[in-house]
Structure formats: structure tokens, C-alpha cells
């Protein structure tokens, strides 16, 4: 039995590693290309996750809600690309720190006033609902399955796009030298665009698959985000490759820990004890290994810059 | 005397003189209106030491301001409940102890925090701070002896010998010579030996590296100094809403704490008074208007960033010299 929780668990660290996998290799990619600090990533997040409600409880259909959130991310991403975040980029970090609260402000607030401060729920689609056995007994949702799957088709299809294609041939370009891409007559302002809005639309699906999980609701991206940033920070910011593996530590270390250490503590000290205890040094625990590998490697495990 | 100091201290004077006015009119909300900017000023005069002297964008200077708090919180609650803080050490509900030990505690998390982020620079200098600060929030939120999501409430304030601090006016005297007092430490340090390293390793870590002054240890103090300060506000704003909850830690409240300099002017003395008290103004006027005062909040916010850098010291009194 403990073995089937166990891998149970390990899969629902998984899951949430992919999860902010999509989400952080969106920051890192923006970062790495426009060298952009963008704090109104979660809100993206959260847009995808309402989009996917809003469409699929009008349409019936999960499909076209998330259709519909990629849209909608996206396009959310490309006005503010346009909009504001053109005009950071030769800005110091401070300027795109609060230009970018300023976002956050905008986009929660606004989104409150359009559906409310009540939560939205997204149902399972009917093809994902039900679970598979596990080995040594228990079973385990499908649908956590499909995200993981998810996850990794968009890790190899982002190397594909990166490492194949001519735009990804760009992007690692603008990585290098943005002048001399520039020199070269790629359209600099449009490649900008291209990636903020595919960052973008990833955090969106992000926000939509995790929709159906959790209650859709204004600030529902905040958490997200800055364990996306301990995520890049681990891996190496503007590495897509740290984000992944970063992505994986965090998820599966923060679930680990929260199933392990009560139970762990718990030979120790009385149960009760044991459990809040447990459960407060579990909420640190990611924290702590984040300035451990910093401690170690000050800029993350895959440097882009080194 | 130039058109900045002549500025500054006409801030000092209306911060200062409208709650007096206020409280002989019997008007005791703006008063406490007043104390919120003056303990909002004193946080961001710690935050303007490490971001506008030293060039640290700490994305975490709630952690402090939300420790600070919870030492005003927990010391009341154990003196109330008559409990020892620890195995025989009593708690107090002297304010000057209290802000002592906000103080010291903010310096102490300070200066680990500050050890391991000040290895790194830039982006992820920012980021680290968050998540330490993140830290210390869902610690708060997750361990449940003092209140956990829910925060302290204190059933009053605590006390300064030989003043009534239930009163709106003599507790705002108190913040308001806190945060005269933090002015004064910041200009002084400003003009020190220090403060001089301190800016120009923030101008070029390099060169202060070459001729032999460490910028590490300088940043270090800065920062631990600067997180004090932010503590100490902590303890007084604490006490001035009764209440400490995880929302003092949260990175909202970061966030706050850097508009509140960017829209004052950073780097300047007076920069977090003019932006506090632009801050509350908002809050207040906006707040009163309509619930979606913080939708506007952002986009003045933008407008600022994007349109009008150097915030209102900077549109009124012209460039800074150290520019």
C-alpha cells in the first residue's frame, strides 16, 4: 500500500513540475530573448484558466475552452507585448519590476470586474475522466496522466521549435547578439512579439489544464509564478533545459516533502505535533533547496550566460 | 538652501501639522490616516537605503516588515494570555523593547537572507529575495500557534511609558519621530565614509572592488540596516491597525514598499515620504471613488514607470545631483 502512495505521489510531483515547466519556460525564454522580467506571467496564467472556463461551461466543450485560452493568452500577451513591455526593454529591472506589478494590478482587477470575485469551475473532460491502476495497488487519475503527457510533448516540441526551425534559429540568434540579428534584417520588433505571445500561450495552458484541478479565480496565478521563478532560478535563467529539470526538482520535492516529513517527524514527537510541524517545514523546503544550489552555483544549475 | 531641502521640509511640516490640525478639529480618521503614511514613509526609508543608495532591488523587504509585526503581535498576545515567551524570559508590552527586538530580528533573518543573495546580482538577486520572503510568508500562513492564515489580533496597544498610545494624536508624534529619526540615520549614513562606498559599489562593484573595499561586506550591512528599519516599521504599523496577519509578509506588500519609492523618487531622503503620502492619498481618494481603485493604481503606476521617471521629487525639484 505504501508503495502505490508512494508512486502516487511521485506522480503528483510530476504533474506539478510539468505544470511549472510550461509556466517557466515562458519567463526563461523571455528573459533569455528580451532580457525581460515579467511579473505579470501568472496573470497570463490566470486569463488562460478563465478563458478555459468561461468557453467550455458556454460551448459544453473542454477542447474549445482550451482553444480558447491559448487564443486568449496569446492575444492578452501580444496587445501588452505591443503596448507596454516594447518599451522596457532597454529599461533597467527596476522600471520592468513595477511596470510589470502595474500589470498584475491591472489584469487582477480587471478580471474581478468582468467574472466576479467568486470562483469558476471547469469540469474533466468526459474523455479524461476515471483512473489507471497504478502498480501495487491503488489507481491514479487520468487526467493528471494526460498533463503529464502534455508537458513533456511541449518540452520536445519547444527543443524541436529551438534547435529545428528557422524561427527557432532567431530566437537563439536574439539569445547571442540582438544587433546583429537586427544587422541582418530579421524584424527585431516582431520576433519580440512572436515569443512573448508563444510564452504567453503556454502560461495560458498552463492556467487551463490546472483549471479543471483548482477553482478558477483572480489571483490564482501569483503562487504559480513565483515557484516559476524559483524553478528558472534553480535551472539558470534563460536556460529551457534548467527549466525543465528546475521545473522537475521543485515539483517533485515540494510534493515529496509535504507527504514525507509529517510522517517522517512523526517517529520523533507525538502525531499532532508532528504534522503541523511537518507541515510547515514542508512549505519551506523547496526554499531551502533553492539556496542550497545557490549556494553552490550562484547562477543555477544550466547557466545560459556561462 | 536648494529646491529640494526647501521641498522636504515643507513635507516634514504638512506631515506634521495636518494631523495636529486634524486632531484639534476632532478629526481623529485623518490622523490615523497620517500615521499610516508616516509608518508606510519609515518602511521605505529602509528599502530606499538598500535600493537607492546601494543599488539592491530587494523584492523581499515584506519578510522584515511582516517579522517586525509579528514581534509587536506575539509579545502582546503572550503578555495578555500572561505566558512566557520562552522557558522563564517574560514578554513585554513596551514598545521600546519591542522595537528592539523587531530590530534585532529583522538584522538577524537579514543577515543570512542577504549572505546567500548578495552571492548573485541583477534578475536574480530580485528573485531571491521574493522567494525568501516567500518563505517566511507560507511559514506564517502554514504554523498555526500565532493565528496562521488568520494573523494576530492584539486587544490593544502596546505601551510607551508616559504616553497614551490609544490615542490617535501621541501615537502618531511616535511615528512620526520614528521616521524623523530614520531621515536623520539615513542622511548620515548617506554622507559617511559608508555610504560613500556603498554608492559608488553601486555605480561600479569593480572599481570600489579595486581599490581594496569589498563590495560584499558593504552590501551586506546595507542591507541588514536597511532591513532594521523596514523591521522596526513593522512593529509600529503592527500596533497602529492592532492587527499583524501574513498579509504584512506577503509580496504584495514587497511590491507596495518599491512604489512607494518609485512614485516619491528613489535615492532621495524624502522620496519615500512624498511617495507614502501619495500612496495613502490614492488609496483614500481612489478607494472612495470605486473598489477598483487598484485597477487605476496600475495604470497611474505604468504611466509613471513608462512617462514620468524620478516620481514627484523628481518632477518637482529637478534632476538629482548624483546623477
Not at chain 1, 507596454?84 to 482587477?109: C, G, K, M, N, P
Not at chain 1, 474581478?112 to 469558476?120: D, I, K, N
Not at chain 1, 507525538?270 to 517545514?281: C, K
Not at chain 2, 537572507?113 to 502554514?142: D, E, K, P
Request: charged share 10%; proline share 3%; net charge neutral.
Amino acid at each position: 500500500m505504501f508503495t502505490a502512495l508512494l508512486i502516487e505521489q511521485l506522480l503528483n510531483g510530476l504533474q506539478l513540475g510539468v505544470m511549472l515547466f510550461l509556466m517557466a519556460a515562458g519567463l526563461t525564454l523571455i528573459f533569455g530573448v528580451m532580457g525581460l522580467i515579467n511579473l505579470a506571467h501568472g496573470s497570463l496564467y490566470m486569463i488562460g484558466a478563465f478563458a478555459c472556463a468561461t468557453v467550455a461551461a458556454a460551448t459544453g466543450s473542454f477542447w474549445i475552452g482550451l482553444i480558447a485560452s491559448l487564443a486568449a493568452a496569446a492575444g492578452v500577451g501580444a496587445i501588452i507585448e505591443v503596448a507596454v513591455i516594447r518599451r522596457l526593454y532597454d529599461r533597467d529591472h527596476l522600471d520592468q519590476v513595477l511596470a510589470t506589478f502595474a500589470l498584475i494590478l491591472i489584469l487582477s482587477e480587471g478580471a474581478r470586474w468582468l467574472f466576479g470575485s467568486f470562483p469558476l469551475y471547469l469540469d474533466i473532460p468526459p474523455l479524461l475522466q476515471g483512473a489507471v491502476p497504478l502498480p501495487g495497488g491503488g489507481q491514479y487519475q487520468l487526467y493528471r496522466l494526460a498533463i503529464i503527457g502534455v508537458g513533456i510533448a511541449v518540452a520536445v516540441g519547444l527543443y524541436l521549435l529551438i534547435s529545428r526551425t528557422r524561427l527557432g534559429m532567431r530566437i537563439r540568434a536574439g539569445e547571442s547578439d540582438r544587433e546583429m540579428i537586427g544587422a541582418l534584417g530579421v524584424d527585431i520588433g516582431t520576433l519580440y512579439t512572436v515569443v512573448f505571445a508563444l510564452g504567453a500561450a503556454l502560461a495560458g495552458l498552463a492556467g487551463a489544464l490546472v483549471g479543471a484541478l483548482q477553482s478558477v479565480q483572480v489571483g490564482m496565478g501569483e503562487p504559480v509564478l513565483i515557484l516559476a521563478f524559483v524553478v528558472i532560478v534553480i535551472g539558470g535563467i534563460g536556460s529551457i533545459k534548467g527549466a525543465l529539470v528546475g521545473a522537475v526538482i521543485v515539483g517533485v520535492v515540494d510534493t515529496m516533502g509535504r507527504f514525507l516529513l509529517p510522517s517522517l517527524l512523526a517517529l520523533t514527537m507525538p502525531a499532532s505535533q508532528a504534522t503541523t510541524i511537518g507541515a510547515a517545514l514542508a512549505s519551506m523546503l523547496i526554499y531551502v533547496v533553492m539556496a542550497l544550489i545557490l549556494a553552490f552555483r550562484p547562477s543555477g544549475l544550466f547557466s545560459a550566460q556561462s | 538652501m536648494t529646491r529640494e531641502t526647501t521641498i522636504n521640509l515643507l513635507l516634514a511640516l504638512l506631515l506634521l501639522g495636518a494631523p495636529i490640525l486634524a486632531a484639534s478639529l476632532g478629526e481623529p480618521f485623518y490622523v490615523t490616516l497620517a500615521t499610516r503614511i508616516a509608518v508606510l514613509a519609515l518602511a521605505a526609508v529602509g528599502l530606499n537605503l538598500a535600493l537607492g543608495l546601494g543599488g539592491l532591488l530587494s523584492f523581499g523587504h515584506a519578510a522584515f516588515f511582516g517579522l517586525g509585526g509579528y514581534v509587536a503581535g506575539i509579545m502582546a498576545t503572550h503578555a495578555f494570555n500572561a505566558e512566557p515567551l520562552f522557558a522563564n524570559i517574560e514578554a513585554t508590552t513596551s514598545m521600546p523593547l519591542i522595537w528592539i527586538t523587531a530590530i534585532a530580528v529583522a538584522g538577524l533573518v537579514a543577515m543570512p537572507i542577504g549572505a546567500i543573495s548578495l552571492r548573485t546580482s541583477g534578475v536574480y538577486f530580485i528573485m531571491i529575495t521574493l522567494a525568501f520572503a516567500q518563505m517566511i510568508y507560507y511559514f506564517a500562513i502554514s504554523w498555526p500557534a500565532y493565528g496562521g492564515e488568520d494573523g494576530l489580533s492584539m486587544s490593544m496597544r502596546n505601551a510607551f511609558p508616559g504616553v497614551n498610545t490609544a490615542k490617535p494624536l501621541p501615537y502618531f508624534l511616535i511615528c512620526y519621530a520614528a521616521l524623523m529619526a530614520a531621515l536623520l540615520l539615513f542622511r548620515v549614513v548617506e554622507g559617511s565614509r559608508f555610504g560613500s562606498a556603498l554608492q559608488a559599489a553601486r555605480q561600479n562593484g569593480t572599481r570600489v572592488a579595486a581599490v581594496g573595499i569589498a563590495p560584499f561586506n558593504i552590501r551586506l550591512v546595507a542591507f541588514a540596516l536597511s532591513a532594521m528599519i523596514t523591521g522596526f516599521a513593522g512593529a509600529l504599523y503592527a500596533d497602529l491597525n492592532r492587527f499583524v496577519g501574513p498579509s504584512m509578509l506577503s509580496w504584495h506588500m514587497s511590491g507596495e514598499l518599491i512604489v512607494l519609492i518609485i512614485l516619491g523618487g528613489k535615492g532621495r531622503l524624502f522620496g519615500p515620504v512624498a511617495g507614502a503620502m501619495i500612496f495613502v492619498f490614492f488609496e483614500y481618494v481612489l478607494g472612495g471613488i470605486t473598489e477598483r481603485w487598484q485597477f487605476l493604481l496600475g495604470l497611474i503606476l505604468l504611466g509613471i514607470v513608462l512617462f514620468a521617471r524620478g516620481g514627484l521629487l523628481g518632477l518637482l525639484s529637478g534632476k538629482p545631483r548624483h546623477v
